[in-house]
């Protein structure tokens, strides 16, 4: 599979910043840019070596813009330059989108064993310095029974859950310090002094990479004694220290969150790991979840899971209840928040609340089984608000990921609203999910097109009262009812609350293998919250399941919104000439085309999962 993968990866158009790693072989964007400033000036040493030698002239040619200014160019750029500025270029809106963002980053214990951790420290070494905050939680059980298994000792699970007996403790305090020491080692060098020298200030050249921070930051309490069975000093998250976190992730610090919790009573404990992330990331905010695993997530034919909603994700792990006890317990912990109760049968992904007439995704949090909740930012848990993966099902993998997934599906209905879940093996594949459109692993969303559908008759009077201000403004062209119910299969919405909030349409031409995209129109009241764009985005996969190529628009009043999005000039010639003949010239609209990219995403429009 991973062979395949990076097959794939290699034939994209553009392969992130994945590609200018493996070309010049470092993982920190600085150096690129730095190593291609050296390589430019020892080109033009050459060159000019080369003329002193020869008494010859490299002259730019007519046109160019040595040749305007009146000067010589001296060295031409390579196509290796060429692509990396075009690279540099193609990254920056996901680096403008995650910049400020804080992401959970899971370190599985197999990962943190496995020679691949090397790599992903150093991607996450660069995106640090990108702006992205992180807070790293490594796994230890492989470390711990290795430990245990050299020193006499059996590793003893119950359920999820290790069972921390003395020397299971000592094994557990050993396994957590070595991997916190040595990921601060990995991340404290700086960028090579040979490649900013030119650049940076020498007093810089001997900082540390990463500034990283630790501690106390985990307060937990015994499991104690379940069904008869002691835990010994296994613990469960009482409570996650937000505030403390945030200053230092704001301080530019990137945390390492441990599995150890510590108790009121002065005790160390050993936490759940999946358990802490999940409670961490729910605590804080976070805007992803991403759990890097050994392994990829597949379907049953083999092939990548590339997106899931978190609807089809529930459904999937409701499936295998009476197969996985990790299913079971999933099942048990939201039992409470039955998903039937959050969308529509016929809408995407949609997960609705009706609690203060906002959908889930914008509640972020709410109150819990014990009423506890951290609405003020306190990070205060019961033991219920993580989710706990582990035991003899996960290692056995009898189930596939489906551990993982559950994890995912958890977070996703509390509160966050994308979790990755990724397989590190491949090299550079956090770059590859967070820098590529389509990524590189498994997502699983909870508010991706939300309550987006086809329309219905009943929706008629609501796509009426969204485009009547813009058709008086001019902006649209005004339809009659007859032919607004005529279209209606060609029209999208948005439902929030049994409320239209958006809506727009998709006229496809087979024969040329375009479509127009037309009316588009959000409610004043939501405007400026992305539904424009997520139905544009919802229109474009639409349109590249019916096998279209292009999408082209007529506008009066909005070129710099479309523009904006990709679509750019064109003349009447290239509209459908039998769109051109009903076209009322006499609005001198503009027209506007879009290519549409092979998408390979995995998302599915206009799917009820079963």
């Known amino acids: 599979m991973a062979a395949s993968k990076s097959s ?30 050296k390589k430019r000036n020892i080109f033009s040493s050459h060159a000019l070596t080369a003329k002193a030698k020869e008494g010859t002239k490299l002259v730019a040619k007519a046109g160019s813009g040595a040749a305007a200014g009146g000067g010589e160019r001296s060295y031409n750029i390579s196509p290796e330059d060429e692509r990396f500025v075009e690279v540099l270029r193609e990254a920056q809106p996901y680096i403008f989108m995650h910049r400020g963002s804080t992401f959970v980053v899971v370190l599985s214990a197999e990962i943190i064993a496995d020679s691949c951790l090397d790599t992903i420290l150093k991607d996450i070494a660069f995106l640090h310095h990108l702006g992205i905050r992180f807070v790293l939680v490594p796994g230890t059980h492989v470390q711990i029974d290795k430990l245990l298994s050299e020193r006499g000792h059996e590793a003893k699970y119950l359920g999820r859950y290790r069972i921390t007996d003395s020397e299971s403790l000592a094994a557990a305090m050993e396994a957590a310090g070595g991997i916190r020491m040595m990921i601060e080692a990995k991340l404290s060098p700086g960028p090579p002094i040979c490649n900013i020298r030119r650049h940076g200030d020498s007093s810089r050249w001997h900082e540390v990479g990463v500034s990283v921070a630790s501690g106390n930051f985990l307060a937990a309490k015994r499991k104690g004694v379940v069904d008869g069975v002691d835990y010994g000093a296994t613990g469960e998250v009482k409570k996650v220290d937000v505030t403390r976190m945030r200053e230092r992730l704001h301080g530019g610090c990137l945390v390492i969150l441990s599995n150890l919790g510590y108790s009121s009573s002065g005790e160390v404990l050993n936490c759940n790991t999946y358990e802490v992330a999940t409670a961490c990331a729910l605590a804080i905010e976070a ?28 459904s999937l792990i409701r499936q295998r209840v009476k197969q996985s006890e990790i299913a079971a317990n999933y099942v048990k912990a939201v039992a409470e928040e039955d998903i039937t109760c959050f969308g529509h049968s016929d809408s995407i992904g949609s997960v609705y609340s009706s609690q203060n007439g906002k959908t889930f995704s914008e509640r972020r949090i709410a109150t819990f089984n014990n009423g506890v909740g951290f609405d003020n930012g306190n990070g205060l848990w019961s033991s219920e608000q993580g989710f706990a993966i582990g035991g003899q099902e996960r290692l056995s993998r009898l189930n ?44 699983v969303a909870s508010d991706l097109y939300e309550g987006t559908r086809t329309a219905k008759v009943t929706d008629l009077s609501g796509i009426k009262q969204l485009i009547q201000p813009l058709v008086e403004s001019g902006t649209l062209v005004r339809r009659t009812d007859e032919e607004l119910l005529k279209a209606l299969d060609s029209f999208y919405v948005v439902e929030r609350e049994g409320q239209i909030i958006a809506c727009a349409a998709l006229f ?21 919250q992305g539904q424009g764009d997520k139905l544009l985005d919802y229109i474009e996969k639409k349109a590249a399941s019916l096998g279209l ?62």
């Open 8 to 37: 794939a990866t290699a034939n994209h158009p553009w392969i992130c910043l994945q590609t200018c790693f493996q070309a010049i072989g470092k993982s920190n964007l600085c150096n690129h840019m730095y190593s291609y400033q």
């Open 287 to 314: 805007d992803k979840l991403i759990c890097i695993i050994d392994g990829p997530i597949l379907d049953e034919s083999g092939h990548l899971i590339r997106f899931l909603t978190l609807q089809e994700a529930d």
């Open 508 to 528: 496809p031409f087979f024969k040329e293998k375009c479509g127009e995209v037309a009316a588009i129109a959000v409610s004043p009241e939501c405007r400026g």
């Open 549 to 610: 190529d292009m999408l082209f628009l007529l506008t009066t009043r909005t070129a710099d919104w479309f523009k904006s999005r990709g679509f750019r000039e064109c003349s009447i010639e290239m509209i459908p000439e039998e769109r051109r003949k009903r076209i009322n010239l006499s609005r001198n609209s503009k027209y506007y085309m879009k290519k549409l990219l092979p998408d390979t995403s995995g998302i599915i429009v206009d799917r009820t999962f079963r």
């Open 400 to 443: 596939g990921y489906l551990s993982e997934l559950a994890a995912a599906a958890f977070v996703c209905r509390r509160g966050v609203q994308r979790v990755h879940l990724l397989d590190g093996t491949i090299g550079g594949v956090l770059l590859l999910e967070l820098f590529k459109r389509d990524g590189m692993g498994t997502m």
